[in-house]
């Protein structure tokens, strides 16, 4: 069956520390690829999100996630955590781009100042 | 606005009660997608409207969930006889068309008592 996974349920990092939220999928060919962050209360803002081509790909408010072909994973990456990045973060993946998306359970993050 | 609005955010009703919510898409948005967010967790397919026509219902839980968009724009999602388990949030998102990004709204929060 088709399904996402994001293995940490809360991660806690020092502000200004490096992140990296891991996301893994189980399809049968190579879905589209999305990374959601939502705010309390808030509905959910795309990061960033990945079709084809170069398999690293950047988003908005500094954030990158990788593909890897081999491993099944899109892991979401920044540098540098700002305090405002705390949230929910959701892995999300599609067979084709207009077709419902299927939702990892999400990563909660929180920043220490 | 721009952007995806639900109404009510926040609803609350008793067991056995009968809900509307309501989701107003982007103007011009062809694609509209219904998702139930369980406290905790990801968001979770229910409904999917192409223009007024509703495409694929393979998420609604049961047949107390209906949801329509008879001229193509607002869609309402009804919820029958609600159950405790009917509590989560509901988020609409609508796409320009089926190649284009979905856009969220803030959801509604629905509390069965």
């Known amino acids: 069956a088709q399904s996402v996974t994001q293995p940490d349920i809360h991660i806690t990092v020092s502000e200004g520390a490096s992140l990296e939220l891991r996301c893994n999928y189980s399809?049968?060919?190579?879905?589209?690829l999305f990374w959601y962050v939502q705010s309390p209360g808030q509905g959910l803002q795309l990061l960033l999100k990945y079709f084809s081509g170069d398999t690293l790909v950047q988003g908005i408010k500094g954030f990158e996630a990788e593909f890897k072909r081999s491993q099944s994973s899109f892991n979401l990456r920044k540098p540098s955590v700002h305090w405002s990045d705390a949230a929910e973060y959701f892995c999300?993946?599609?067979?084709?781009?207009?077709?419902?998306?299927?939702f990892g359970p999400g990563t909660r993050l929180s920043v220490l100042p | 606005g721009a952007g995806v609005s639900q109404s009510p955010r926040y609803k609350v009703a008793k067991r056995g009660q009968d809900v509307a919510l309501r989701c107003d898409p982007i103007?011009?948005?062809?694609?509209l997608f219904w998702y139930q967010q369980a406290l905790g967790q990801g968001p979770e397919f229910l409904t999917y409207?192409?223009?007024?026509?509703?495409?694929?219902k393979s998420g609604l839980p049961s047949d107390r969930f209906f949801a329509e968009r008879p001229e193509g724009s607002v869609s309402t999602l009804k919820i029958q006889r609600t159950q405790q388990e009917d509590s989560a949030v509901y988020l609409c998102a609508s796409s320009l068309d089926p190649d284009q990004p979905q856009h969220f709204g803030d959801g509604t929060r629905l509390s069965i008592l």
């Open positions: 999300a993946v599609a067979l084709y781009y207009g077709q419902n998306f299927v």
């Open positions: 409207f192409q223009n007024e026509a509703q495409l694929d």
């Open positions: 103007s011009g948005h062809v694609s």
């Open positions: 399809y049968g060919a190579t879905p589209y």
